[in-house]
């Protein structure tokens, strides 16, 4: 079956502009994740998503970060006045449910120069 | 402060023998640990996980192992393969309400010559 798809693959923007990343979990998926991997780092966890909720959005670094996902399937992570720090590989992942191995998307490389 | 060390960047073992990942925490509410195989362009892969209540865990060629007296897992596979060539990410969760949040280290790089 369709694993976790995220677009776009790779994003370049200049400083201070507005971004959108688009993720599609596995159906049938309720929980929904996003992460951020630095160069040389693990993943990070940014926010976590059961149902149409954000449950907890604590690893959120600033409020230029804004998560949405109405209909609890499609999420998009949008991203204000960006900045060159914000640039990273942004990891989806949906799971059954809280608490079970998230399965990843391929990510977006998002730039910001 | 990282709270899941993996201490070592890269690692190369021989087709068909033993490669051995190493992890370690800090935070001793973590009770789930995983491990995540990841190639180049990809999203990480889950592979194997252990619960605290358990010290082993095998699924065919990948075994995890648990001490949480020392706070350390390892990932052990055998035999090593060309195509197992890829950075291996350990990760670690809470029980009860914090489940679902992974705390991950920062990888090791695993090349496996033929």
């Known amino acids: 079956g369709a694993g976790v798809s995220q677009t776009p693959s790779n994003k370049v923007t200049e400083k201070g502009k507005y971004v959108e990343l688009r993720c599609d979990p596995i159906?049938?998926?309720?929980?929904l994740y996003w992460y951020r991997q630095s160069l040389g780092q693990g993943p990070e966890f940014l926010i976590y998503f059961q149902g149409t909720g954000a449950a907890d959005d604590s690893g959120l670094p600033n409020d230029r970060f804004f998560a949405v996902r109405p209909e609890g399937s499609v999420s998009t992570l949008k991203i204000q006045r960006t900045e060159r720090g914000d640039s990273a590989v942004y990891l989806c992942?949906?799971?059954?449910?809280?608490?079970?191995?998230?399965?990843f998307g391929p990510g977006t490389r998002l730039t910001v120069t | 402060d990282q709270q899941v060390k993996q201490n070592s960047p890269s690692l190369s073992v021989q087709e068909g023998r033993i490669s051995i990942l190493n992890c370690d925490y800090t935070?001793?509410?973590?009770?789930?640990f995983l491990w995540y195989k990841k190639y180049p362009a990809e999203g990480p892969t889950f592979l194997i996980s252990?619960?605290?209540?358990?010290d082993k865990n095998e699924d065919g060629r990948f075994t995890v192992f648990l001490n949480k007296s020392a706070k350390h897992l390892s990932l052990h596979i055998v035999p090593s393969q060309p195509g197992d060539s890829a950075v291996y990410f350990c990760a670690a969760s809470g029980s009860g309400g914090s489940n679902y949040k992974l705390t991950f280290g920062k990888g090791t790089l695993l090349t496996v010559n033929p």
């Open positions: 159906s049938g998926h309720t929980a």
């Open positions: 992942a949906s799971s059954l449910k809280g608490g079970t191995p998230p399965y």
């Open positions: 252990i619960s605290s209540i358990k």
């Open positions: 935070n001793s509410m973590f009770d789930y």
